[in-house]
T-cell receptor, first 110, second 114 residues
Framework: KNEVEQSPQNLTAQEGEFITINCSYS?????LHWLQQHPGGGIVSLFM???GKKKHGRLIATINIQEKHSSLHITASHPRDSAVYIC????????????FGKGTHLIIQP | DGGITQSPKYLFRKEGQNVTLSCEQN?????MYWYRQDPGQGLRLIYY???????QKGDIAEGYSVSREKKESFPLTVTSAQKNPTAFYLC?????????????FGNGTRLTVT
């Protein structure tokens, strides 16, 4: 089974700072997901990627397949970005095969 | 607006009682999933269903049961056999297994059993 490690576990930053959250996994994958969990508990899918880089607004996700590593970056961070960010990997097939990281708790202070 | 509705948001039960968590989706997705989230742990898969009237056990199915009588609905019953039922439960759906994610999640149900 794949091991998914996220770092840091907790991150507090000031508004406007550039944020990086890291995810490493142990076994080759078919896709990697970044999810955002709001304080109320609901989860939103941010990115699904299998190679390269994706960008959506102020969020950028990159993946290095050879190094088994992905990063999620937030530019010009804002207090509304405060959430838990979760990395999940799949070996193939559907979401029944996802392995989730424990999440990174991000707080952006005004 | 399409999405997944989980109800209730908070649920309290006495030990020894079965309880059913509701999950409804209007996204016309074939695949639905139940996950459990505990503090300091990643989400873990309880059950999943790829099609109506069919479902499979996930990693931690013991003490849980599900049904999939309609495409839109995938209720989860937490039985008295589940040793540690207090947790946050999340329902999700995706277009289909072969199409894979992205996943759509509900807002979760927080179950407390005392």
């Amino acid at each position: 089974k794949n091991e998914v490690e996220q770092s840091p576990q907790n991150l507090t930053a000031q508004e406007g700072e550039f944020i990086t959250i890291n995810c490493s996994y142990s076994v080759g994958i078919s896709a990697l997901h970044w999810l955002q969990q709001h304080p109320g508990g609901g989860i939103v899918s941010l990115f699904m990627l299998s190679s390269g880089k994706k960008k959506h607004g102020r969020l950028i996700a990159t993946i290095n397949i050879q190094e088994k590593h992905s990063s999620l970056h937030i530019t010009a961070s804002h207090p509304r970005d405060s959430a838990v960010y979760i990395c999940a990997v799949s070996l193939g097939g559907g979401a029944d095969g996802l392995t989730f990281g424990k999440g990174t708790h991000l707080i952006i202070q005004p | 607006d399409g999405g997944i509705t989980q109800s209730p948001k908070y649920l309290f039960r006495k030990e020894g009682q079965n309880v059913t968590l509701s999950c409804e989706q209007n996204l016309n997705h074939d695949a639905m999933y139940w996950y459990r989230q505990d503090p300091g742990q990643g989400l873990r898969l309880i059950y999943y269903s790829q099609i109506v009237n069919d479902f499979q056990k996930g990693d931690i199915a013991e003490g849980y049961s599900v049904s999939r009588e309609k495409k839109e609905s995938f209720p989860l019953t937490v039985t008295s056999a589940q040793k540690n039922p207090t947790a946050f439960y999340l329902c999700a759906s995706s277009i289909g297994r072969t199409g894979g994610p992205p996943l759509h999640f509900g807002n979760g149900t927080r179950l407390t059993v005392t």
